[in-house]
């Protein structure tokens, strides 16, 4: 499992009048510097990472914005002494990690129903994400999938297809692609992706030259 990193490369096909948030700027280190020097809060990221969203998911549907309360985010980045490497700098979460946070449905119209009936399936956080908060980071969100990683493309009946913030046209690839297309776009610095057959190297790459 490893995570995505921020490019530093401009999405014209997107972003045209938007432009590029002064978030997509700063790679998670360098955010978590401007935080040690008091010039940025881990709370006004949060608010940046909302912003975000709403100016350019639903161009690219990276982000499931109905499987995670923001709130959470915020109220975690209000308490925060910034600590660790990644100190308050923003992440997102794959929908197939265990997070207790967040509507883990893998993607899955069965689970959707299960959690509807009897509450959310996840008690507690995996290894990965217990190490991710310990080192400081800032759950802000969860991202787009395959139903349960099956398919080399983000495109669940569920949730819908993710696009690739490059070209909308085209596809965001799988099955990290709602990760991939949430760092391209500028959204976080940073987001979980876990492989089984070569998706993240291949989701990266789709991301920095599908312009």
Known sequence: MQAAAATALTAPALFGKAGRSELAKHDGLGLAELI??????????????????????????????????????????????????????????????????GRMD??????????????????????????????????????????????????????????NPWNPARTAGGSSGGSAAAVAAGIVPLAHGNDGGGSIASRLASAEFSA
């Open 36 to 101: 040690r020097k008091k010039e940025i809060t881990p709370a006004e990221l949060v608010d940046e990472v909302a912003r975000r969203i709403e100016r350019v998911n639903g161009q690219i549907n990276a982000v499931l914005t109905k499987n995670f309360d923001l709130d959470r985010a915020r109220d975690r980045a209000k308490m925060l002494e910034p600590f660790g490497p990644f100190g308050g700098v923003p992440v997102m979460l794959k929908n197939l990690v265990a997070y207790n946070g």
């Open 106 to 163: 893998s993607s899955s119209r069965l689970n959707s129903k299960r959690i509807a009936q009897k509450g959310l399936l996840v008690e507690k956080n995996s290894p990965l994400v217990e190490a991710m908060e310990n080192a400081g980071m800032v759950v802000t969100g969860l991202t787009n999938a395959p139903e349960f990683g099956l398919i080399d493309t983000t495109e669940p009946i569920l949730h819908g297809p993710t696009r």
